[in-house]
Nanobody, 127 residues
Framework: QVQLVESGGGLVQAGESLRLSCAAS????????IGWFRQTPGKEREFVAV????????DFGDSVKGRFTISRDNAKNTVYLQMNSLKREDTAVYYC????????????????????WGQGTQVTVSS
């Protein structure tokens, strides 16, 4: 079992940066690929980024490629989402999630692959 807690959200101006953290408790964190998703009212939860359990494989949604990076520190049971050049359309609740599918390089952008979810953190970007 893995419990995930997001932090680092807030209100920023367009063009600024934020770093979100996803802190995990439980012995299986290092066995999970960790993904970030985001959701705005009335819309489906959207894939943002994912990092494999080893940290060596990543992927990003098209809308954030080149602006966001993802990394993990397994010693600290934490995954980071660095968000640069933020835009108004990045405004959303951001969720981190854990995928226990076997494979050190496994990653997925599909919500159905994720068994564990945090409660979310709000990011608001104003112009």
């Amino acid at each position: 079992q893995v419990q995930l807690v997001e932090s680092g959200g807030g209100l920023v101006q367009a063009g600024e940066s934020l770093r979100l953290s996803c802190a995990a408790s439980g012995p299986t964190f290092s066995s999970c690929a960790i993904g970030w998703f985001r959701q705005t009212p009335g819309k489906e939860r959207e894939f943002v980024a994912v990092v494999s359990r080893s940290g060596g494989t990543t992927d990003f949604g098209d809308s954030v490629k080149g602006r966001f990076t993802i990394s993990r520190d397994n010693a600290k049971n934490t995954v980071y989402l660095q968000m640069n050049s933020l835009k108004r359309e990045d405004t959303a609740v951001y969720y981190c999630a854990g995928d226990r599918t076997y494979g050190s390089s496994h990653i997925s952008s599909r919500r159905s692959m994720y068994s564990y979810w945090g409660q979310g953190t709000q990011v608001t970007v104003s112009s």
